[in-house]
């Protein structure tokens, strides 16, 4: 895991099994395509909400099937 990752664990102290982004990590993942979306238009601002949402959730998917699987693995190999 990073400081981006953990298990989300509920109100009532049930914990996930399976790792995902934590609210740190969803910040920065927002902020870094607000980011993109503004380098490469030359326009600030430009990537604040404009479709980032629905990039976002694409990323959050992909990045969870991954450290998902790594993490599946590294217990395989424990």
Do not use: P, W
């Not at 895991?1 to 509920?10: F, G, L, Q, S, T």
């Not at 607000?34 to 604040?48: L, R």
């Amino acid at each position: 895991m990073n400081e981006y990752v953990d298990r989300y664990i509920d109100d009532e102290g049930n914990v996930d099994e399976r790792l995902t982004l934590n609210s740190n990590g969803f910040a920065c993942l927002t902020e870094d395509i607000e980011n993109i979306v503004d380098k490469y238009t030359g326009v600030e601002d430009a990537g604040f909400m404009n479709n980032c949402s629905e990039i976002r959730q694409e990323l959050m998917e992909l990045i969870h099937e991954i450290i998902n699987k790594k993490e599946k693995k590294n217990a395989k190999l424990v």
